[in-house]
């Protein structure tokens, strides 16, 4: 059976936090599906199209991702998409409380997917999309903190 991993999360923009975490998992799994959640009742900064067509340019040629969207729980999206992982960053205690709840929660719905978490290296760990979003809206430059490959669009 082929390891598929959902990654799952706002991306709203995907930030080099994110690319990072993406890139040390490939080596685990057969593919991994980067999946952007869409809320109805809560548009997003930046557009789902945008969202997903960086993470497509920043994964241009790597052929074990993909990149789609989702409405509704991310176990059952795992399920239609025959994934028996999530996977989710750590970078701090809080994020691990907030996923833990999360995590123990699917698995009580669902004991056949298995959430796996990697921790953020130092230097990344205090990037945030909240942040990157307010730097952006309040016109600074963000650039750092966002992968090299959509820098210059995402302003
Ligand atoms: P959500 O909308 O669920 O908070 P995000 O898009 O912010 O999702 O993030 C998706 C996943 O990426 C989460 O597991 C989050 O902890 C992780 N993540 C976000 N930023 C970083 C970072 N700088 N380093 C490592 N993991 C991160």
Redesign the pocket.
Known sequence: MSKIAV??????P?????E??IRRSLPLFDKIIVA??VNSTKEGFFPTEKRKQWIEKIFTGVKNIEVKTYKGLTIDFCKQEKANYI?????TSA?FE??RVIAQMNRSMNDKIETV?????PE???????VVRDIIRNNGDASQFVPSAIRKEVK
């Open positions: 990654f799952p999360g706002s991306f709203d995907i930030t080099t936090g994110h990072s975490i952007i959640g996977l989710r960053g750590l970078r994020d907030f996923e978490f990697i921790l953020s290296t990344l760990s205090a990037i945030n999309s909240t």
